[in-house]
DNA sequence: ACGGCCGTTTCACCACGTGGAACGCTGGAT
DNA sequence: ATCCAGCGTTCCACGTGGTGAAACGGCCGT
């Protein structure tokens, strides 16, 4: 009578608390399985190195690889995506040195899908900037780059969107001359930056990030996937200096990103 | 520096041989990944009883579960009834002790794609009748089931097919009368019968298999999702016999089979 | 009747999986 | 500024459980 593999089964069975939630923090698994944690590190690893999980850069997160969630689950379409750029925006961080977000549109606003905040020797991780915080349409560097690239009419149901708001920092969607003059400029300079005004977070916010960012589209025949950009501490840099010297390593990061993301749906 | 688990490794490996590989023997199995048969043989229970691998009744052959293919891999809709199907025949075999087929419809016939004929007690295991081997559609008890049951529009696409060819086992598709007759008494009946002048394999062979079966389909909201059968020895056992002692448990399978196609798309 | 192939079982060895303990970091509370 | 709680990670000694060569047995083709 043969008999069945322990760690096998635990493997599995840490795979499948995956399933369940697909995005879990070790501990998360821990409480489904009650596996001891340094196991599951164990585990974790192995099915990271076949290709069935990855982690989060921006808080190292497990993540079930997206070829094994397409039944049952139900996760939009940017999880995919924010899956491809990880391992890319990584090693941007590395070759940059200054750190990367991935953000996707979100109703009103857009958010933070994927991050290499924590991964930059330079910036302290900002408590505020984490998975899925909003950052405004009009005024910051990726809600211009989207809007300038995006299919006309995702753009208009955006801007039709934000017009019927009446906050602050949505009025540039009442002032369509304004607006398309800095969009078509966006898109001839090839690169999307903030307002002058804009000081990052909420609008008007008595603790403005101080940070700056330029930011490129994920444009695959049109359509548009989300945004990347690279951000810096306003002071440490100007904008031209980053632009001669990480602009085209992140455009390359983006075309590798919807590179990847065209082939990829095999399990490894 | 915290090392991967290779039983875990090795047990992926398999799993992705399978997924390469829908259908698979050990041997098949061992010769993709090079691990030792013994070793193979726990890591395929181990998947087994953990719900992401299941085996063929027919052979014996693993088949990794339909949940984890739908990415990359073709295979069409009844490899996942067939799937379902099997533990089911598998009970329905110890049961009342005669063998079952599951068959579906391919072209101008229907073949097997699942049986418990070699896990009866009492039925030799024949050689001819393994997975693949084309069925009649006009004198056998199985397609004369599905034809009775199926939509209409179906019926006619198959019989519009079988009249164009040739061969005297189709002839029947010549008669719309008789088939007619044929069909509306095989639903009043309740479960199809083999013709009279049918002895099974081709036609008019040489080798006829002494069978004789009763089947009915699987019949989901209209839709027939193939059909199943009880078949016997002719010598051994009256229609009749057979028809009171097993035939609810044939329809009570069919319906347990339709019930869990409709729940199951889930990881277990 | 025979031989080869494939699946399965057995068993003794020792790598390898295991998990308690201890460390370090971060964020929140006081 | 300080402390504490919670989480991730590393270390390491123990002994279990994974391992695979060898042997067996059943089926198939000849």
């Not at 192995?46 to 690889?65: C, F, H, K, M, P």
């Not at 989207?146 to 009446?166: F, G, M, N, T």
């Not at 005004?197 to 548009?224: E, K, M, N």
Request: aromatic fraction near 6%.
């Amino acid at each position: 009578m043969t008999k069945t593999i322990r760690s096998l089964e635990r493997g599995l069975q840490a795979l499948k608390a995956l399933h369940a939630t697909p995005i879990s923090s070790l501990h998360d698994i821990y409480e489904q399985t009650r596996i001891p944690k340094p196991t599951l590190l164990r585990i974790l690893l192995t099915l990271e190195q076949s290709g069935l999980v990855s982690r989060r850069l921006a808080d190292g997160r497990y993540r079930i690889s997206s070829g094994l969630t397409r039944l049952g689950r139900k996760r939009d379409r940017y999880d995919r995506v924010a899956e491809t750029a990880a391992p890319v925006l990584d090693r941007l961080c590395q070759k940059v040195s200054w750190p990367s977000d991935f953000m996707v549109p979100a109703g009103d606003h857009l958010e933070i899908r994927e991050s290499s905040r924590t991964h930059s020797p330079f910036m302290i991780y900002v408590n505020k900037d984490r998975i899925g915080t909003p950052v405004n349409w009009l005024l910051s560097a990726v809600g211009r780059a989207y809007l300038a690239y995006c299919p006309e009419s995702e753009r208009k149901k955006v801007i039709a969107l934000l017009r019927k708001s009446d906050r602050p920092e949505n009025w540039l969607a009442k002032d369509p001359a304004r607006l398309d003059a800095i969009l078509s400029e966006t898109k001839k300079r090839g690169y999307g930056l903030r307002d002058q005004t804009f000081a990052g977070g909420a609008y008007g916010t008595q603790s403005p990030d101080g940070l700056a960012g330029i930011a490129v589209p994920l444009l695959d025949r049109g359509r548009v996937h989300g945004v990347i950009n690279i951000i810096w501490p306003k002071p440490a840099r100007t904008v031209e200096e980053i632009v001669t010297q990480c602009l085209p390593s992140l455009q390359a990061a983006a075309a590798e990103i919807v590179n990847s993301l065209r082939k990829r749906p095999n399990m490894t």
